[in-house]
C-alpha cells in the first residue's frame, strides 16, 4: 500500500519557523511501525509554509497513496480540514486518516460527512494504525482493532479502547527516518531531530492533555534502544537533538544514567534540549546540571508554570513544582532556574498566566520572573484544550470567549478572568517577552555566529511584527502595535488558499454504535 502522512504547518508564536523546524516524531514512529513491504512517505508541512497547497499537490502525484495520515493538534484543525478537502480533490477514492491529539480527545469534530474521514485513530497511534492498515490490506473487518473509530456506512463506529503500550517489551519499533520526502529540519542552522526515551506522566495537572490522552502512566524505552536512535539520528546528519517524552525527569535517577550513558557512546558532541519539572531538578541540581552539561544539554524547556502558589494550585502543578520542608512547601522555581544557568545551561521558562483569579500584579510578577530569569520566553494563557479538566472548569464557569479553535495556539487569550478583561492579559504578555527575545540573541550569537549575522533582521521583523517608524518614535501607542500584531497573526494561520469543507457554525454530531 502506498501511504501518505501529514503534520500540519501551523507553528507556535515561541517556535517561528526562521528559529526552529521541528520533525513530528509520531510520524517517524507510525512509519517505523508498518509493515516494512509499504511505501511511507512523510511530509512536514512545516517546513513548507509558504507552499503548502503546491507540496501536497506535488506529493500527491509523486507518491499516488492510497492511504493519508493526518496528525493534528487543536489549534491546526481548520488547516487540517482544508488539506483534506485539497486531497480529497486530487483523488476522491483516497482514504483519509486522522490522529494525534485533536482527533483522539475531541473525535466528535472529526466525523461530519462532508470532512471525508474514514478512520480515526485514538491513543497512541504505532500499534492501530499498523492493524487499520493490515486490515484494510486484507479485506478484514475494523471493529476488532481497539482504539479506532471508523466510517462503516453512514455512521462511526467506536471500537474498544488501547491501553498504552509498554516500551520496554519492544512491542514498539524504531522510528523510520528514511520515510521523509522533505528536509530542512534546524534549531538556529542546525540540523535537528526528535527522539523519544519514555512516555507518559503520572501528574494531573488541569491544562494537561497527556493524562487524557493516554492514562495516568509512565514506561520507558531501554536506554540501548535510545542510544541507537540517537546514533540513527546522527548518523542521517542531525546535530542537535530534541528528547520530547512527556516527563523524562519523572525518573531522575534513569535520566542521569542516560546522561552517563550519551557520554560513554561519544554522543555529547550534540546538543541536546529537554523539558523537565524544576522540582526533581532542584533537588538534584547540584550534581545533575553539570552532568547534563557535560553530556551535552544546552537547552531546558522548565514547565515553571506560575511564580505564584494560588496559580499552581489552579494549575494543579504544586506537587511538580515544588516540595516539603521544615518551612512548608516551598516553590522550587527559582532554585532550578539558578542551578542550570549556574552550569552554563540556558532556560526556556514555561509559565502560564491569565487564570480566573488573575490580577495585574499576579500577571506581572511571573512577567518580571521571566525577564529577570529565564533565557527564553515561553509564556502562554489558559487554553481550554478538548478533554482536560481545565477546559471542564472553564465551561462550567462560563469562561471561554472564543470558540475559534485555529486561535487555540497558547499565546492567544481565549478565557476571560473575575478581575482582568483576556486581551489585557494577551497584551502585557507580548509587550514584554519581546525584549526577553531579543536579550537571548547574544547567547545564539556566541553559539551560531554564522545563524544569527544571515538572520538577524528577519529574527527583529518577527518578534516586533506590527512595529513601525511611527511607533519606533513614539507616534503611536503600544496598543495600535498590538492591534496590527494581532491582526498578522491572523493573517499568518491562513496556510492554504482552499476552502474549508465544514461551515463552522454548526455543531457536528457524533453517531456510534
Same mark, same amino acid.
Given at each position: 500500500?502506498?501511504?501518505?502522512?501529514?503534520?500540519?504547518?501551523?507553528?507556535?508564536?515561541?517556535?517561528?519557523?526562521?528559529?526552529?523546524?521541528?520533525?513530528?516524531?509520531?510520524?517517524?514512529?507510525?512509519?517505523?511501525?508498518?509493515?516494512?513491504?509499504?511505501?511511507?512517505?512523510?511530509?512536514?508541512?512545516?517546513?513548507?509554509?509558504?507552499?503548502?497547497?503546491?507540496?501536497?499537490?506535488?506529493?500527491?502525484?509523486?507518491?499516488?497513496?492510497?492511504?493519508?495520515?493526518?496528525?493534528?493538534? #487543536?489549534?491546526? /484543525?481548520?488547516? &487540517? *480540514?482544508?488539506?483534506?478537502?485539497? $486531497? %480529497?480533490?486530487? +483523488?476522491? !477514492?483516497? =482514504?483519509?486518516?486522522?490522529?494525534?491529539?485533536?482527533?483522539?480527545?475531541?473525535?466528535?469534530?472529526?466525523?461530519?460527512?462532508?470532512?471525508?474521514?474514514?478512520?480515526?485513530?485514538?491513543?497512541?497511534?504505532?500499534?492501530?494504525?499498523?492493524?487499520?492498515?493490515?486490515?484494510?490490506?486484507?479485506?478484514?473487518?475494523?471493529?476488532?482493532?481497539?482504539?479506532?473509530?471508523?466510517?462503516?456506512?453512514?455512521?462511526?463506529?467506536? #471500537?474498544?479502547? /488501547?491501553?498504552? &503500550? *509498554?516500551?520496554?517489551?519492544?512491542? $514498539? %519499533?524504531?522510528? +523510520?527516518? !528514511?520515510? =521523509?520526502?522533505?528536509?530542512?529540519?534546524?534549531?538556529?542552522?542546525?540540523?535537528?531531530?526528535?527522539?523519544?526515551?519514555?512516555?507518559?506522566?503520572?501528574?494531573?495537572?488541569?491544562?494537561?492533555?497527556?493524562?487524557?490522552?493516554?492514562?495516568?502512566?509512565?514506561?520507558?524505552?531501554?536506554?540501548?534502544?535510545?542510544?541507537?536512535?540517537?546514533?540513527?539520528?546522527?548518523?542521517?546528519?542531525?546535530?542537535?537533538?530534541?528528547?520530547?517524552?512527556?516527563?523524562?525527569?519523572?525518573?531522575?535517577?534513569?535520566?542521569?544514567?542516560?546522561?552517563?550513558?550519551?557520554?560513554?557512546?561519544?554522543?555529547?558532541?550534540?546538543?541536546?534540549?529537554?523539558?523537565?519539572?524544576?522540582?526533581?531538578?532542584?533537588?538534584?541540581?547540584?550534581?545533575?546540571?553539570?552532568?547534563?552539561?557535560?553530556?551535552?544539554?544546552?537547552?531546558?524547556?522548565?514547565?515553571?508554570?506560575?511564580?505564584?502558589?494560588?496559580?499552581?494550585?489552579?494549575?494543579?502543578?504544586?506537587?511538580?513544582?515544588?516540595?516539603?520542608?521544615?518551612?512548608?512547601?516551598?516553590?522550587?522555581?527559582?532554585?532550578?532556574?539558578?542551578?542550570?544557568?549556574?552550569?552554563?545551561?540556558?532556560?526556556?521558562?514555561?509559565?502560564?498566566?491569565?487564570?480566573?483569579?488573575?490580577?495585574?500584579?499576579?500577571?506581572?510578577?511571573?512577567?518580571?520572573?521571566?525577564?529577570?530569569?529565564?533565557?527564553?520566553?515561553?509564556?502562554?494563557?489558559?487554553?481550554?484544550?478538548?478533554?482536560?479538566?481545565?477546559?471542564?472548569?472553564?465551561?462550567?464557569?462560563?469562561?471561554?470567549?472564543?470558540?475559534?479553535?485555529?486561535?487555540?495556539?497558547?499565546?492567544?487569550?481565549?478565557?476571560?478572568?473575575?478581575?482582568?478583561?483576556?486581551?489585557?492579559?494577551?497584551?502585557?504578555?507580548?509587550?514584554?517577552?519581546?525584549?526577553?527575545?531579543?536579550?537571548?540573541?547574544?547567547?545564539?550569537?556566541?553559539?551560531?555566529?554564522?545563524?544569527?549575522?544571515?538572520?538577524?533582521?528577519?529574527?527583529?521583523?518577527?518578534?516586533?511584527?506590527?512595529?513601525?517608524?511611527?511607533?519606533?518614535?513614539?507616534?503611536?501607542?503600544?496598543?495600535?502595535?498590538?492591534?496590527?500584531?494581532?491582526?498578522?497573526?491572523?493573517?499568518?494561520?491562513?496556510?492554504?488558499?482552499?476552502?474549508?469543507?465544514?461551515?463552522?457554525?454548526?455543531?457536528?454530531?457524533?453517531?456510534?454504535?
Amino acid at each position: 500500500m502506498r501511504i501518505l502522512l501529514l503534520s500540519m504547518p501551523d507553528s507556535f508564536e515561541h517556535t517561528p519557523t526562521i528559529a526552529i523546524r521541528m520533525p513530528n516524531g509520531a510520524l517517524a514512529s507510525l512509519a517505523g511501525n508498518l509493515d516494512p513491504h509499504h511505501d511511507v512517505a512523510i511530509a512536514d508541512l512545516v517546513l513548507v509554509q509558504g507552499s503548502v497547497r503546491q507540496t501536497v499537490e506535488d506529493l500527491m502525484v509523486r507518491h499516488r497513496p492510497d492511504l493519508v495520515g493526518l496528525s493534528v493538534m #487543536t489549534f491546526q /484543525r481548520a488547516t &487540517a *480540514r482544508r488539506v483534506i478537502a485539497l $486531497i %480529497r480533490s486530487l +483523488n476522491p !477514492a483516497v =482514504r483519509i486518516v486522522v490522529g494525534g491529539y485533536d482527533p483522539s480527545l475531541a473525535p466528535d469534530v472529526w466525523v461530519h460527512p462532508d470532512l471525508g474521514v474514514d478512520a480515526i485513530v485514538r491513543g497512541e497511534g504505532d500499534v492501530t494504525f499498523r492493524e487499520l492498515v493490515r486490515a484494510w490490506e486484507n479485506g478484514r473487518p475494523l471493529c476488532d482493532i481497539p482504539g479506532l473509530m471508523f466510517r462503516d456506512g453512514g455512521e462511526f463506529k467506536a #471500537t474498544p479502547h /488501547r491501553e498504552a &503500550a *509498554r516500551l520496554d517489551r519492544g512491542d $514498539i %519499533r524504531p522510528p +523510520n527516518r !528514511a520515510a =521523509r520526502v522533505l528536509s530542512g529540519y534546524t534549531l538556529m542552522g542546525r540540523r535537528i531531530d526528535v527522539v523519544e526515551t519514555s512516555r507518559g506522566c503520572t501528574y494531573d495537572c488541569s491544562f494537561c492533555s497527556i493524562i487524557e490522552m493516554r492514562g495516568r502512566n509512565f514506561f520507558r524505552f531501554p536506554l540501548e534502544r535510545v542510544i541507537g536512535d540517537i546514533r540513527d539520528a546522527q548518523a542521517r546528519g542531525a546535530r542537535a537533538i530534541f528528547l520530547v517524552d512527556d516527563n523524562i525527569t519523572l525518573d531522575i535517577e534513569r535520566f542521569e544514567s542516560l546522561c552517563h550513558a550519551i557520554i560513554d557512546a561519544g554522543l555529547n558532541r550534540l546538543d541536546y534540549l529537554v523539558q523537565g519539572m524544576t522540582a526533581p531538578i532542584a533537588a538534584r541540581g547540584a550534581t545533575l546540571a553539570p552532568l547534563m552539561r557535560r553530556a551535552g544539554f544546552r537547552y531546558v524547556f522548565l514547565g515553571i508554570e506560575n511564580v505564584l502558589d494560588d496559580d499552581l494550585v489552579f494549575l494543579k502543578a504544586r506537587a511538580k513544582n515544588s516540595r516539603v520542608s521544615a518551612a512548608g512547601r516551598n516553590n522550587t522555581s527559582l532554585e532550578a532556574v539558578t542551578v542550570l544557568r549556574r552550569h552554563g545551561l540556558l532556560v526556556v521558562g514555561g509559565l502560564i498566566v491569565g487564570s480566573p483569579n488573575d490580577r495585574r500584579e499576579s500577571v506581572a510578577a511571573n512577567l518580571e520572573f521571566a525577564r529577570r530569569h529565564v533565557d527564553w520566553p515561553y509564556i502562554q494563557h489558559p487554553t481550554p484544550y478538548p478533554g482536560t479538566p481545565m477546559t471542564r472548569d472553564f465551561e462550567r464557569r462560563g469562561l471561554v470567549v472564543n470558540s475559534q479553535p485555529d486561535e487555540y495556539d497558547g499565546t492567544t487569550a481565549v478565557t476571560r478572568g473575575e478581575h482582568l478583561d483576556p486581551e489585557e492579559v494577551e497584551f502585557m504578555r507580548w509587550k514584554a517577552e519581546r525584549w526577553m527575545k531579543v536579550r537571548h540573541i547574544p547567547a545564539v550569537f556566541r553559539h551560531d555566529p554564522g545563524f544569527v549575522l544571515r538572520n538577524w533582521s528577519r529574527m527583529l521583523a518577527h518578534t516586533f511584527r506590527g512595529t513601525t517608524w511611527r511607533s519606533v518614535v513614539g507616534l503611536e501607542k503600544d496598543r495600535d502595535v498590538f492591534q496590527r500584531y494581532r491582526a498578522i497573526r491572523r493573517r499568518e494561520r491562513q496556510y492554504l488558499d482552499w476552502p474549508d469543507p465544514l461551515d463552522m457554525s454548526a455543531v457536528p454530531q457524533r453517531r456510534t454504535a
